[in-house]
């Protein structure tokens, strides 16, 4: 059980980081630009947080490429999965294969429900710091990939465990030379850029190169958020509002949401990812009710993030609108 005096003390540190709390008002009804008027979401290159994401990996009999919008409505990024060292692969393939009318028609359906359309590189097949892939060359290849096939920016999965574990620094270094050259093509403000870290890598002083916390010193800058993969990390971590949001365990520490924010990362960039139900990650698993009244904590004391799940077609509209109801519903 999370102590008394801890929790007071992180909630004291989000109130002087954020000062009294203002909820915003939900995503779909847009955000004001500088003259004071409301900007629909669909019009904004990069919208601001909460930022509501869905892969889609998994090949779906009858459907080639995204969803219809009306199938993932809640959500305001579609992350197409995967663009891998090789080529395209799965969800991502499938939009390659589309005409262009088609992958146009796609876009107009998305841009009018106020949903982003990008492509997440990597995953847990590629490891391209360990296969000593350029990074300069890879992220030229991927923001070419992007601009071609009209999609509004890129996920960064990145998951090569051995590079990061061995602590030498190469695994940071690559991340930071492949987002900043990935910047080069795919200016910030226009396009979205993402990682999607898991979350043990936010650890202090755990990690010899320093993981993300150096990834985010480095480019954090660059980068428009994180989704945080809180799950496949061990039976029962992560798995409360406790160790979610205000302590995580010994085994990870100082990775709960609060305690990264604490670390210097702005909390409005820090993602909750989820897996959709107890099948799609070894752990991590939260019921759409527990995840709303973790969602909803976090959003009493001012965060607005978002939340990120893996993935679709396990996760819809019904998945989001039962985790958003209570802390931003629609």
């Not at 290849?141 to 574990?165: N, S």
């Not at 930071?176 to 993402?194: A, C, D, E, K, N």
């Not at 990682?195 to 800058?221: C, D, E, L, M």
């Not at 990390?233 to 609060?258: H, R």
């Amino acid at each position: 059980m999370l102590s008394v005096v801890l929790r007071v003390y992180l909630f004291a540190f989000v109130l002087l980081i954020r000062g009294p709390v203002v909820h915003s008002l939900p995503y779909s009804e847009g955000q004001a630009n500088t003259s004071g008027h409301a900007v629909p979401p669909s019009a904004l290159a990069v919208p601001g947080p909460p930022h509501f994401v869905v892969y889609g990996d998994r090949y779906v009999a009858g459907m080639t490429g995204p969803p219809p919008a009306s199938q993932i409505r809640g959500f305001n990024v579609f992350a197409i999965s995967f663009l891998l060292l090789e080529g395209a692969w799965d969800k991502a393939q499938e939009w390659a294969s589309l005409s262009a009318s088609e992958r146009s028609a796609v876009k107009a359906q998305y841009q009018a429900a106020g949903i982003k359309l990008i492509v997440s590189v990597f995953g847990a097949t590629d490891v391209p710091t360990t296969t000593r892939a350029d990074p300069v060359a890879t992220a030229n290849t991927v923001a070419a990939w992007v601009l071609e096939y009209g999609l509004d920016g890129v996920d960064v999965d990145y998951e090569d465990f051995a590079a990061m574990d061995a602590g030498d620094g190469k695994a940071e270094a690559w991340l930071v030379s492949f987002t900043r050259q990935l910047r080069v093509h795919l200016p910030q403000g226009t396009y979205i850029l993402t990682h999607a870290p898991v979350a043990p890598w936010f650890t202090p002083n755990k990690y010899g190169g320093g993981a993300y916390r150096i990834v985010h010193a480095q480019v954090g800058s660059l980068i428009d958020w994180y989704n945080v993969q809180y799950y496949n990390q061990g039976a029962t971590e992560y798995t409360t509002c406790d160790n979610l949001l205000w302590q995580s365990s010994s085994t990870w520490p100082g990775t709960s949401l609060f305690e990264i924010a604490y670390s210097g990362i702005p909390w409005e960039k820090l993602v909750i990812g989820k897996p959709a139900n107890s099948g799609s990650a070894s752990s991590g698993y939260m019921s759409t009710a527990t995840l709303a009244s973790c969602v909803q904590q976090a959003r009493d004391v001012g965060w607005n993030g978002g939340v990120m799940v893996w993935q679709f077609p396990d996760a819809a509209s019904a998945w989001i609108q039962a985790v958003r109801a209570s802390a931003f519903p629609m």
